[in-house]
């Protein structure tokens, strides 16, 4: 393969969170199987391929999915159980190559490039690892193998469910001119429709459309769509542990109306202040320097910082330094946004995770972190990682 001799694999799991559940419930395999929040208000987070077969997808509302199902079971989600079996799955991977991306709760990135001496077949080693997964969790994943991410990725979601599809780079052209523009990364329905409108209904076709012109009509997105189009991805697999950690941490909320009323402030600033303070526990990472961002009913802004002796580890002590940095503003006007960041990140050296790469699942973590919020009834902490899957 050409794009400078990589070969990149991705591995995602089907129908992840369902498939973990008919695992564990004889009963429910082979069924169409959703998991959920807790019902009846709540959406489908994961639908087993049978449920698909009806119509039901993730991010439909579960009475939809009931009504174009009839017999579908439904489960609650646990997150923790998803993370644990994601676990053991970044645990076989790592036996097939050190360069590990770990991208969400269910897929990751392999750089197999320097893994040839080991596994002189790219397919071979897709197969084999395809059914160590399955061998060891029961579960079935999708793997695409090309010459950069962009391309892997792609090519495991045309093989789904349980799929290997290899696109060599001399095929990467073909390929794109037959992927509806719609599954490039990146691209709603929205955009999807603005690129039809111009004419652009395969991948191939964004390849081809001229990067200036996409520039003008879709905004700053468009050059990199372009290159996008022809198949063109530098960005190496940043293998785990070996991420930088990020510069700072911050939040934004623009009020629902705009306010003068100190309680409603502070109690943004104590949300903001939660947000920030969330993400830095789990990146095990504090920090020193606070800004603070305000605007003003008439768009006028400003900025303050303020960098504390002591480093901040928590909501708390950041909503602390955050309403003294409001007060001593003494501004009166209605206020319509808040920002707040922490910077000057550093890692505490008492509070080091119990292995170095629980520090580096950022992917991971923002993943779930999406899913906690969404689903707001899982919770889950490191601690119980070390419980055994139920
Ligand atoms: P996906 O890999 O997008 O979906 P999937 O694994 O269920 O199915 P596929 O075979 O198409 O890969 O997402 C992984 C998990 O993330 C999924 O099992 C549940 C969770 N998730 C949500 O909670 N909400 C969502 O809207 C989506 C798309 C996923
Ligand atoms: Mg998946």
């Known amino acids: 393969m050409k794009d400078k001799g990589r070969i990149i694999f991705h591995v995602d799991m089907d129908a992840f969170f369902a498939s973990v559940e008919q695992r564990r419930n004889p009963r429910l395999r082979g069924k169409p199987v959703v998991v959920c929040g807790t019902p009846p208000r709540t959406v489908v987070a994961s639908a087993s391929y049978e449920a698909r077969a009806f119509g039901v997808q993730a991010d439909m509302p579960l009475f939809e999915a009931m009504r174009r199902c009839p017999g579908l079971r439904y489960v609650e989600g646990d997150l923790h159980r998803y ?78 469910p349980d799929g290997l599809v290899v696109i060599e780079a001399a095929e990467v052209p073909h390929f794109l001119d037959n992927l509806p523009v719609g599954q490039m990364w990146g691209i709603g329905p929205k955009r999807e429709a603005a690129l039809r409108s111009l004419g652009i209904r395969s991948c191939g076709d964004l390849g081809r459309f001229p990067a200036n012109l996409l520039k003008k009509r879709i905004g700053v997105w468009g050059e990199r769509l372009h290159r996008m189009g022809l198949g063109i991805d530098e960005s190496p697999v940043v293998p785990l542990g070996k991420e930088p950690h990020p510069k700072s941490f911050g939040h934004y909320v623009t009020f629902p109306q705009d306010s003068t009323d100190s309680r409603v402030i502070s109690g943004f600033l104590l949300r903001l202040s939660e947000q920030v303070g969330r993400r830095l526990r789990r990146n095990y990472l504090q920090g020193k320097r606070v800004t603070l961002t305000v605007r003003f009913s008439d768009f006028s802004g400003l900025t303050r910082q303020h960098t504390s002796q002591d480093p901040l580890k928590n909501g708390k002590e950041i909503y602390r330094l955050a309403v003294k940095m409001w007060d001593s503003l003494g501004d009166k006007r209605p206020v319509r946004l808040l920002g707040l960041a922490v910077s000057n990140l550093g890692r505490p050296s008492n509070q080091f995770p119990l292995f170095s790469w629980q520090s580096q699942l950022g992917p991971l973590w923002e993943a779930m972190e999406r899913v906690n919020d969404k689903y707001g009834e899982f919770t889950l902490t490191w601690g119980s990682l070390h419980q055994s899957p139920k």
């Not at 029961?138 to 010459?147: A, F, H, I, R, Y």
């Open 83 to 160: 993370t644990v079996a994601f676990l053991r799955i970044v645990g076989i991977l790592r036996e097939y190559s050190p360069h590990i991306e770990v991208a969400s709760i269910d897929e990751a990135f392999l750089d197999m490039t320097h893994c040839r001496l080991f596994f002189p077949s790219p397919i071979r080693a897709a197969e084999d690892l395809k059914r160590r997964i399955f061998d060891e969790l029961g579960l079935t994943c999708s793997v695409g193998v090309g010459p950069n991410k962009l391309i892997a990725k792609l090519a495991s979601s045309r093989g789904k």
